[in-house]
């Protein structure tokens, strides 16, 4: 597989480490919740799409810049990559 | 503003090289046709890593040109006389100088736009010379060497397996390749073995600066 990131160009996967979901199924609850099943959905549970998955991805091996990528989980085509920057991450 | 922190600068006299023991002069592997490839070490080199804050890129890449004279911008490295300079992150550069006071002049050309770390004591320079060049590094790197895609001047970073290495073209058959100064020897010996059936030259280092 081959991601293109979006300040070096397309490198070989084994430059890039995976990072997670970058769209959650359930929201981070507020940090001072005490809502357990609200914390077990957050950590644990995952769409796990047959197709487009959006993920975070850090290009470990080069720039060192984390990403947003948009990966078919079924072929791994990749549609989207984009700095994943501070803004958005919160 | 307070005085910023300077680093103390590289101390050529007294440094000590991480591979001298393994930069013995001489010709090795196959030379049928003669060494095709040059390797040596930049030593002493000062080597500083130059961290804009966000929104601060241009600032930045206009204070590097006025500390060191390379026509840096956001979108372009360079190569110049005296010194070197390659965006290897956004917003971040890898400048390279033999002069020993680089760090200082970066910190105070930069201000308060950007950091600048000394990694003169973490980095080693390797350079690689000849017309297989591209043929070795196309071994041990994943990257495309055509000067089309890989032009002079341009710098980027890489890896090859563990090792981080960041490799600017010099000129069409000269690159320089920074690596850890802990995996140098290792490093080096790949270089060497990748080298092999090219047939390789190792260039004695001067004082300073090895000649190519
Ligand atoms: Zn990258």
Redesign the interface.
């Known amino acids: 597989m081959i991601i293109p990131c979006p300040?070096?160009g397309p490198?070989?996967l084994?430059?890039f480490t995976y990072h997670g979901d970058a769209a959650r199924a359930a929201a981070r609850p507020a940090h001072g919740s005490t809502d357990q099943e609200a914390w077990d959905r957050h950590v644990y549970d995952r769409r796990n799409p047959a197709g487009s998955h959006a993920e975070i991805w850090q290009h470990a091996?080069?720039?060192?810049?984390h990403l947003r990528v948009v990966r078919d989980t079924r072929t791994h085509e990749i549609t989207e990559t984009t700095?994943y920057a501070?803004e958005v991450s919160q | 503003m307070a005085e910023p922190f300077i680093s103390t600068p590289v101390m050529a006299a007294t440094a000590q090289s991480p591979i001298a023991d393994a930069l013995l002069p001489g010709e090795y592997g196959n030379l049928a046709i003669g060494a095709q490839v040059a390797l040596s070490e930049r030593f002493g080199l000062a080597i500083c890593d130059v961290c804009a804050w966000?929104g601060l890129e241009t600032k930045t890449a206009n204070a590097i040109k006025r500390a060191t004279g390379l026509a840096v911008t956001k979108r372009r490295d360079a190569v110049g006389e005296a010194a070197q300079g390659f965006q290897?992150?956004?917003g971040?550069w890898t400048v390279i100088a033999e002069d020993p006071s680089l760090a200082e002049r970066l910190t105070r050309a930069v201000s308060a736009n950007a950091t600048v770390v000394d990694l003169a004591h973490g980095r080693t320079c390797l350079r690689i010379a000849g017309e297989a060049g591209t043929s070795v590094l196309a071994k041990l790197f994943?990257i495309d060497f055509a000067e089309k895609a890989f032009p002079v001047a341009k710098g980027?970073?890489?890896?090859h397996h563990a090792v981080?290495a960041q490799i600017q073209r010099v000129d069409a058959q000269t690159f320089d390749l920074l690596v850890f100064r802990s995996y140098a020897r290792t490093f080096f010996h790949a270089l060497t073995r990748a080298s092999e059936e090219f047939g390789y030259r190792i260039v004695p280092p001067r004082a300073g600066e090895p000649e190519t």
């Open positions: 300040f070096c490198r070989d084994a430059e091996g080069g720039c060192r810049s700095l501070p | 966000p290897h992150a956004p971040r994943a980027l970073a890489t890896s981080l």
